[in-house]
């Protein structure tokens, strides 16, 4: 699958629940978070932008996490909010089963009710997302 050309530039702003100078900054990633595990928010806003022939300018996005113990031994938690005008923002190298890159979406309802599963959305805030996929083997 060819992939596009992007650019983009604007600001970040971060908070953790590090104790001030937060150690994983000084660090690099490799202190102990001040509180044991860490608990962070960090706040994307693209002042110009562009994913192949789209235009992002103006777009934000927050990505709010927590990793148990230092942040460069991973397993971090990880979630996204996403500015509602989010046209072609996708997630790429995720790791998922069915494709690891997918195009970010709201399902504009969900209702599930198998396997002991059972949930009704309506309000339109549920995740939803989508990916070409194509599978083989040998």
Not at 15 to 25: A, E, K, L, P, W
Not at 66 to 76: I, L
Not at 111 to 126: C, E, F, P
Request: proline share 3%.
């Amino acid at each position: 699958m060819a992939t596009s050309a992007w650019d983009v530039n604007g600001q970040y702003y971060e908070t953790c629940n590090c104790d001030f100078v937060c150690g994983c900054v000084a660090g690099q990633l490799a202190n102990r978070p001040t509180k044991g595990s860490c608990q962070f928010a960090m706040a994307f806003q693209i002042d110009r932008g562009k994913y192949a022939a789209v235009t992002l300018d103006g777009l934000g996005f927050i990505v709010l996490g927590m990793t148990p113990e230092e942040m460069g031994k991973g397993n971090w938690s990880v979630g996204l909010v996403i500015d509602a005008r989010h046209a072609e923002l996708q997630l790429a190298n995720t790791g998922h089963p069915a494709a690891d890159t997918f195009t970010l979406a709201h399902a504009s309802r969900s209702h599930v009710n198998a396997l002991g599963l059972r949930w009704d959305d309506v309000t339109g805030k549920n995740n939803g997302q989508y990916a070409p996929f194509s599978w083989k083997g040998e």
